[in-house]
T-cell receptor
Framework: DQQVKQNSPSLSVQEGRISILNCDYTNSMFDYFLWYKKYPAEGPTFLISISSIKDKNEDGRFTVFLNKSAKHLSLHIVPSQPGDSAVYFCAASARVRGGSNYKLTFGKGTLLTVNP | GAGVSQSPRYKVAKRGQDVALRCDPISGHVSLFWYQQALGQGPEFLTYFQNEAQLDKSGLPSDRFFAERPEGSVSTLKIQRTQQEDSAVYLC??????????????FGPGTRLTVL
């Protein structure tokens, strides 16, 4: 049972346009969400995160939106650049009893291709 | 180096062999995680260390998997009697805090294990 779902295996956009990557989750205990970017033969690299008490977080060209009632988050990249081409993973974390949230649950990833 | 390093980067094993995968976290990082990423999937949590203490090993798929971090820095993931379904990329991540607050996990490049 996948608790974090990225339903689009791939996405292709033109350079300069907006890229929107989507993610849905089922576990209402998740309270911290992250996006990681991964190039081939490298480990995932942290991109941006959002706490469940917020609905938007922005960092330069990257914005993450969270809709808690719909259990949905999205990553917007504006403007998209060819160097953004990579696999993007959505991840979620839940607070554990007696401790803090630390364990990440990942989606399957979306391959973004930005065409020049 | 400044990042998380893992060795070997690639490992081919015959079914039934034992393997040992090494992770060197970022110096001073308290928390260390192991994840398994099968082809076409997102990383899946295996186990977590805070310093030398293994606080969560709920993700280890069988008793053939064993992890240790005896001095609270370098960690080794050992897989005994490897099976073909163990073929995956094994990712190590570290973060600077323990169970007090969530913060970013830094990933290594992974070890790609192929079991023939």
């Amino acid at each position: 049972d996948q608790q974090v779902k990225q339903n689009s295996p791939s996405l292709s956009v033109q350079e300069g346009r907006i890229s929107i990557l989507n993610c849905d989750y089922t576990n209402s205990m998740f309270d911290y969400f992250l996006w990681y970017k991964k190039y081939p033969a490298e480990g995932p690299t942290f991109l941006i995160s959002i706490s469940s008490i917020k609905d938007k977080n922005e960092d330069g060209r990257f914005t993450v939106f969270l809709n808690k009632s719909a259990k949905h988050l999205s990553l917007h990249i504006v403007p998209s650049q060819p160097g953004d081409s990579a696999v993007y993973f959505c991840a979620a974390s839940a607070r554990v009893r007696g401790g803090s949230n630390y364990k990440l649950t990942f989606g399957k990833g979306t391959l973004l291709t930005v065409n020049p | 180096g400044a990042g998380v390093s893992q060795s070997p980067r690639y490992k081919v094993a015959k079914r039934g062999q034992d393997v040992a995968l090494r992770c060197d976290p970022i110096s001073g990082h308290v928390s260390l995680f192991w994840y398994q990423q099968a082809l076409g999937q997102g990383p899946e949590f295996l186990t977590y260390f805070q310093n030398e203490a293994q606080l969560d090993k709920s993700g280890l798929p069988s008793d053939r998997f064993f992890a240790e971090r005896p001095e609270g820095s370098v960690s080794t993931l050992k897989i005994q009697r490897t099976q073909q379904e163990d073929s995956a990329v094994y990712l190590c991540a570290s973060s600077s805090r323990g169970l007090t607050a969530y913060n970013e996990q830094f990933f290594g490049p992974g070890t790609r294990l192929t079991v023939l």
